[in-house]
């Protein structure tokens, strides 16, 4: 069992930043993949950047919507997976859950709220 712990979220002016950070514990090893995705009010959930660690070499994929404007790492000493949002705009208004793939089963956090208003 892999749990995900989400942190950082909250409401931020168009234009601001926000860093959110999700730990994980449990059975971590073999967690090649982590990732954020996405459930905006009334829409499905959408995967917003993917990074994945072969040996020394992390692969990140990110949505085309957020390209330029986030930026995930992760930190394998510490279970912790980070995504770095800039520039952000009221579409980005939605719930943000950790993902996580260990072993052929994909795990989720609960959430955290990311609210961006004036």
């Known amino acids: 069992q892999v749990q995900l712990v989400e942190s950082g979220g909250g409401l931020v002016q168009p234009g601001g930043s926000l860093r959110l950070t999700c730990a994980a514990s449990g059975s971590v090893f073999s967690m090649n993949t982590m990732g954020w995705y996405r459930q905006a009010p009334g829409k499905g959930r959408e995967s917003v950047a993917i990074?994945?660690?072969?040996?020394?070499?992390?692969?990140?994929n990110y949505a085309g919507f957020v390209k330029g404007r986030f930026s995930i790492s992760r930190d394998n000493n510490k279970n912790t997976v980070y995504l770095q949002m800039d520039s952000l705009k009221a579409e980005d208004t939605a719930v943000y859950y950790c993902?996580?793939?260990?072993?052929?089963?994909?795990?989720w956090g609960e959430g955290t709220l990311v609210t961006v208003s004036s």
């Open positions: 990074i994945t660690s072969e040996g020394r070499a992390n692969y990140v």
């Open positions: 993902y996580a793939l260990s072993r052929g089963t994909d795990y």
